[in-house]
């Protein structure tokens, strides 16, 4: 199967995947082709401008593209429950982050490798490794923000290298001006961007400056949800140890990705008098307790 047709698959599967609650993903991946082509280019043509920017709209269709290439290499963790959970937690420090208004998606991948990632758009992945090592919501909350930090500063967008996202555009500008079809230049274009962000993600990681702000970011929308401010910090410190002795399931990355220590070491202090009331945590234990990891 080519890369344009596995793009064309693959956005048709995210479309799907979000009103199908994140379950059944093989399904949707034996949808028509022929729709899928259709319906590409359509999203081509709606959400693709004559403009040097990136709307929210290109963002948002970017990250379904990323998210779905990134599930033909790890599966969902079928468990409607805990994926619910993890939305509502995530949902919550994404409503007070500096883009409130972003329809923020989050889902759990069935691997024991310990990591999570941010898709453009506000597409966020946590593994179920990472989460069996958790001890509170709060920890929870602390790694989904900062991954709600990188949608919130676009470093996704960030990561596509030079002006390949000029030439996407300049090619739909293009297309507005035909009456149908799909420009296989478009969907290579595209595709090369989405090769971009994923390649970021799963192999490279982010670059240091972009670590070191989603922490910052992170620890303050946690904050600024009720959540205990020193989380982060104890979240990085648990990753340090495994760092050190060297965790087989820890995700390792190369490039200019920086290790927990240096994170450590760029994380500032948190707010005085930002911490929760005894009885707030007790209530968020509890409730995670219950999800049993």
Not at 36 to 45: D, F, H
Not at 109 to 127: H, S
Not at 135 to 153: R, T, V, W
Not at 194 to 208: A, E, I, R
Request: hydrophobic share 40%.
């Amino acid at each position: 199967m080519n890369r344009q047709l596995i793009l064309i698959m693959a956005w048709a599967v995210l479309l799907g995947l979000v009103a199908a609650g994140c379950v059944g993903v093989d399904e949707f991946i034996r949808k028509d082709p022929i729709a899928a082509i259709q319906s590409v280019g359509r999203v081509g043509k709606a959400a693709l401008t004559a403009s040097s920017d990136i709307t929210e709209e290109q963002e948002i269709y970017l990250g379904r593209s990323v998210s779905a290439r990134l599930l033909t290499q790890y599966r969902l963790y079928n468990n409607a429950r805990l994926n619910q959970y993890v939305n509502m937690v995530g949902t919550t420090v994404g409503m007070v982050s500096d883009r409130p208004d972003l329809q923020y998606h989050f889902a759990v991948l069935d691997t024991d490798e310990v990591n999570a990632f941010a898709a453009p758009g506000g597409y966020i992945f946590i593994t179920r490794g990472m989460l069996r090592g958790l001890e509170n919501e709060d920890e929870l909350a602390a790694i989904l923000a900062h991954e709600i930090g990188h949608a919130s500063a676009k470093h996704g967008l960030k990561s596509i290298k030079g002006d390949l996202w000029k030439k996407v555009v300049m090619v739909a500008a293009e297309e507005t001006a035909k009456s149908q079809g799909v420009n296989p230049e478009l969907l290579d274009l595209f595709g090369q961007a989405t090769d971009n962000v994923l390649g970021t993600l799963v192999t490279v990681g982010y670059s240091q400056p972009m670590e070191f702000e989603a922490d910052r970011l992170g620890q303050t929308y946690a904050a600024r949800a009720g959540y205990d401010p020193t989380a982060t910090g104890k979240y990085i410190a648990m990753m340090v140890e495994r760092e050190r002795t060297k965790d087989r399931t820890l995700a390792a990355r190369l490039g200019t990705h920086p290790s927990f220590e240096a994170r450590q070491g760029k994380l500032p202090a948190p707010e005085a008098g930002n911490v929760p009331d005894r009885s707030a945590l007790e209530v968020r234990q509890q409730r995670f307790s219950r999800i049993g990891l």
